[in-house]
């Protein structure tokens, strides 16, 4: 029988989106199987038997199980090497991978904060926690230094080109406009503007 790739979906999961991002960029058909994260589907038997940590992604493909977003991309990346999306060397590989880590860190720590407080609480009737917010969006702040920084006057993260390390910050940057969050460094924002008109990036919603 054929194999088909399961992606284990929610559609506005920014996590979810880095994996279809890679799946788009490699050209690879799938099948989503949706888990409504909203009606606990993510706890149930059968999900947990998959990811046991009870989260979304998670992605089977010819026999093999993987969740956590950042190892389905090097998993999708390893398996599918066309076209790469790591370099080859070692040294930017590792560079690569820190620039990952810095995104499922303090950058997804700030965003995941601040949609806590603007975005969930008031779906649940409550209000934001402005020393939350307000601290969030320094933390946040650094991040942009930071990136600002790392990016110097290269279009991408890595001087490379566009890599696995470029994905985790765009994804994460759909839901500026929804948390109100303006970049404050031009070469970022040009950089994020560039990443979001990627057609793997508008292919993966
Ligand atoms: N480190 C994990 C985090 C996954 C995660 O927290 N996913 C969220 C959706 S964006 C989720 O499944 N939340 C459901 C829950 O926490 O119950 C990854 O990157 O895959």
Known sequence: MPNTIKLYDFPMSPRVRKVRIVLAEKGLAYEKVNIDITKGEQNTPDYLAINPYGKVPALQDNGTTVYESTIIMEYLNDTYPNPPLLPSAPGQRARARVLMHYADNPYEGAIARLAGELIFKPMQGGSPDEAVVSQATTDLRACFDKL?????????????????????????????????????HPRVEAWLTRLQERPSVQAAG
Request: cysteine-free; aromatic content about 14%.
């Open 148 to 184: 600002d920084q790392e990016l110097g006057e290269q279009d991408y993260l890595l001087a490379s080109g566009f890599s696995l390390a470029d994905i985790p910050y765009v994804s994460w940057s759909l839901l500026f406009p929804l948390l109100k969050v303006a970049v404050p």
